[in-house]
């Protein structure tokens, strides 16, 4: 499967609240499941078959928090338009990276 024709796995609130709505005024059944760790337990390739890494920028209050708990973060944290960002290369798949949709 092509990267393109992919798409992330997470829904918007929105969406859901929506459909839920149309589905209660037509009294329809709904089921849901859940796949408890799919995502959690899968491993990511260290390279795809091109050398490229998964990498994931991390921005916001989460990169204070890192440094807070590790101090050994502030090595690697750039600045990005008067911003504080992390990379990190993946080594397991997170719910709503595309690799993520690509695995599961």
Same mark, same amino acid.
Not at 8 to 26: D, G
Not at 47 to 53: F, I, T, V
Not at 60 to 71: A, H, K, Q, R, T
């Given at each position: 499967?092509?990267? =393109? ?5 997470? *829904?918007? %609130?929105?969406? &859901?609240?929506? !459909? $839920? #709505?149309? =589905? ?5 059944? *709904?089921? %849901?499941?859940? &796949?408890?760790? !799919? $995502? #959690? ?64």
């Amino acid at each position: 499967m092509v990267q =393109e024709q992919l798409s992330s796995p997470t *829904v918007m %609130t929105e969406s &859901i609240l929506i !459909t $839920s #709505i149309i =589905e209660a005024k037509e009294n329809r059944d *709904v089921a %849901t499941c859940e &796949i408890p760790d !799919t $995502s #959690i337990q899968t491993e990511v390739k260290k390279q795809d078959e091109d050398g490229h890494y998964t990498i994931m920028k991390i921005w916001g209050p989460l990169v204070e928090i890192l440094c807070e708990m590790d101090p050994n973060y502030e090595q690697i944290v750039v600045n990005e338009n008067n911003r504080q960002v992390i990379y990190v290369h993946i080594i397991k798949a997170l719910y709503g990276l595309m690799i993520s949709a690509m695995l599961f």
